[in-house]
């Protein structure tokens, strides 16, 4: 059962999510400064951290930041931010400063439930794949080569990146901004989007039924395939 630390500085909001966690099987924790989430960390083990990036004195941005130097024994904690601040610079800024991922004001909870077990699925360990068949594709995933009826397939750089960064989980679904964040952080989501439809093509995926790379509501996408040959390590 993953537990989760919730910072927010509106005290009914941070109740409303503890509430909609501990409901949907978490364990979760809610307090509203960034000091008192530091003592909570010394306290107990925490597997996710969502946090608020408009807080006085220290802000959810400052505060990431913090966690993610290289002294800091808890680096390694995903942590989503929740904000109002939805353009692409402050998507960007977050991203440079450490979090993994972002949700914004207003939020539906199926959505902040399913990026939570995104985030979770991504950091267990888990079997990372050398070889992947999908429709009538094959993916060499050491090698990045791609073929399609048994003809290697000549894709661009953007198509390679995003196949191989699908590839680093099959069957498991990717945000757009994850993605994004894997390809390049000019490449905003919409992009994904058009790149995705792009891809779908030339693996002979159905853009308008898609059976290979499905999108995944509230998430983004994940690419469907069987899995040949792999090796487990640790997340």
Known sequence: MNNILVIDDD?????????ILQKNGFVAKGVTTANVARTALH????????????????????FIRTLRKSDSPYKTIPAIMLTA????????????????DYVTKPFEERELIARINAITRRTSPRKVAKFLKFGNCEFDVVHKELKL???????????LGLLSALAQ????????????KKLSFQVSE??????????????GDNPKNPAIIKTIRYIGY?????????????S
């Not at 692409?88 to 400063?97: S, T, V």
């Not at 498991?172 to 994850?178: A, D, G, L, N, T």
């Not at 994940?222 to 090796?231: D, G, P």
């Open 85 to 100: 601040l939805d353009d692409i610079d402050h998507k960007l800024q977050g991203f440079e400063n450490g979090y993994d």
């Open 190 to 203: 919409r992009t994904i989007d058009v790149q995705i439809t792009r891809l779908r093509k030339k693996i």
């Open 11 to 19: 005290e009914r909001l941070l109740s409303l999510i503890v509430e």
């Open 43 to 62: 306290d107990e083990h925490f597997d996710v951290i969502i946090v608020d990036w408009m807080m006085p004195n220290e802000s959810g941005i400052d």
């Open 222 to 234: 994940t690419l469907c395939c069987t899995v040949i040959e792999n090796e487990h390590i640790a």
């Open 149 to 159: 009826n048994g003809q290697f397939v000549n894709l661009s750089t953007t198509d």
């Open 169 to 180: 989980r099959p069957n498991e679904p990717f945000s757009r901004i994850e993605l994004a």
